[in-house]
């Protein structure tokens, strides 16, 4: 099996992307995992239990 | 005479009913989840895989650099012959206020920039007349000697050319460095320069502190490590190479190197770990803070999380 078997489908070797505002300097990869941390924190707030139906039909 | 309810500290006790919870099997789910999600991630995108820069690899690239860098350690101008704890005390090092915090920790790893980076790696090499001979004339030259052969070597080294794979600087009264720069310089691009700094070590070859600050003296890994937006004044902590995510965690880390008095002061590192670490103890604490201990309550996003719960409540 050649090492090509090994490597990734989507690679990110390739130089990176930042967005700057003033003196803030942030990797394009690094603002969307904070987005995704964000979007499952608020997510986890609001969004209902799991079984909530089921516990319903029970009473 | 009953204790007066405190919101924050105490516990009413719960009347309502009780509902049964599986954290094994939450726990799993959330193992299985978090493991395919990470096998399927690794797959698509593959990980971090920057090549290692060596010692062989920057004296090929721009020999020029390396040649001055290996001039700073003989003048002692460079990084590491000026950092003080733990390699030397040609500094205080970094303080907090009037704690020397560097200097009491003390010169831990000794390094003699002027041996350990030049002299003691040529001696290593096999046997060559110009080079033996170098090395015997610059042990047998007094203290005050050898400074004025680097004094010299210095002032012409402005004129520094590289041709022919030979390092060239024009200049008098300049002992044996010459020949010591470019056998260096040649050593390094042939990677020997590399193995000879690591196998003083030891054994076993896991310590590269001397190649590590060899190289971080010059400036070709600075240079390398700005294209990639890794230095602290870009948020270096924050970054990985390439298009990859970083460690986003160490926001706060990072925020603080970026704005003054942090960025423009020589014992950043040192106020930046204070401050995160009286930070920690804030947070550690909160408990027992009044006020911060209440936000929680008042917000009241616990309410948002159990509205079913509330809601119900308030029907009954």
């Known amino acids: 099996m050649s090492l090509t078997h090994f490597a990734a489908l989507l690679p990110l070797d390739t130089l990176g992307h930042y967005l700057h505002w003033h003196f803030i300097q942030i990797s394009v990869a690094n603002f969307v995992v904070i987005v995704l941390m964000v979007f499952t924190f608020i997510a986890a707030i609001f969004a209902p239990f799991p079984g909530r139906r089921r516990r319903k039909e029970n009473q | ?316």
């Not at chain 2, 094994?24 to 978090?34: N, P, Q, R, S």
């Not at chain 2, 990084?79 to 030397?88: D, E, F, K, R």
């Open chain 2, 1 to 316: 005479m009953s204790k007066r309810f405190r919101p924050d500290v105490d516990v009413a006790p719960w009347k309502g009913g009780h509902s049964p919870y599986d954290i094994i099997k939450e726990g799993t789910i959330a193992l299985v989840v978090v493991g395919l999600l990470t096998l399927i991630l690794a797959v698509v995108f593959g990980s971090p895989d920057e090549l290692a820069i060596t010692i062989k690899t920057w004296s090929n690239a721009t020999p020029l650099d390396f040649a001055a860098t290996a001039l700073s350690e003989l003048n002692l101008t460079s990084g590491t012959a000026q950092y003080g704890a733990p390699y030397n005390n040609a500094s205080t090092g970094q303080q907090l206020g009037p704690l020397q915090l560097a200097k009491w920790v003390g010169a831990r790893i000794p390094i003699n920039t002027v041996n350990d980076f030049v002299i003691d790696p040529l001696k290593s090499l096999p046997a060559q007349p110009d080079l033996s001979t170098g090395l015997k004339q610059w042990s047998s030259a007094s203290s005050a000697t050898r400074s004025h052969w680097v004094s010299s070597y210095t002032k012409a080294s402005a004129k520094m050319t590289f041709v022919n794979g030979q390092v060239t600087v024009t200049a008098s009264d300049v002992g044996p460095l010459p020949v010591l720069i470019n056998n260096l310089t040649e050593m390094a691009r042939s990677g020997a320069l590399d193995q000879a700094l690591v196998t003083q070590a030891g054994f076993y070859t896991t310590d590269f502190t001397l190649p590590l600050l060899f190289l971080a003296d010059g400036s070709y890994l600075a240079s390398l490590a700005d294209h990639q937006h890794l230095t602290g004044d870009q948020w270096g902590m924050m970054n990985e190479t390439g298009n990859y995510p970083g460690q986003a965690w160490l926001w706060l880390y990072t925020f603080w190197y970026q704005i003054p008095p942090f960025n423009a002061s020589g014992n950043g590192d040192v106020l930046v770990w204070g401050l995160m670490m009286a930070l920690s103890v804030v947070l550690l604490l909160v408990p027992f803070i009044p006020g911060l201990r209440s936000i929680p309550r008042k917000t009241r996003i616990y309410r948002v999380i159990w509205r079913e719960h509330y809601q119900s409540v308030a029907k009954e």
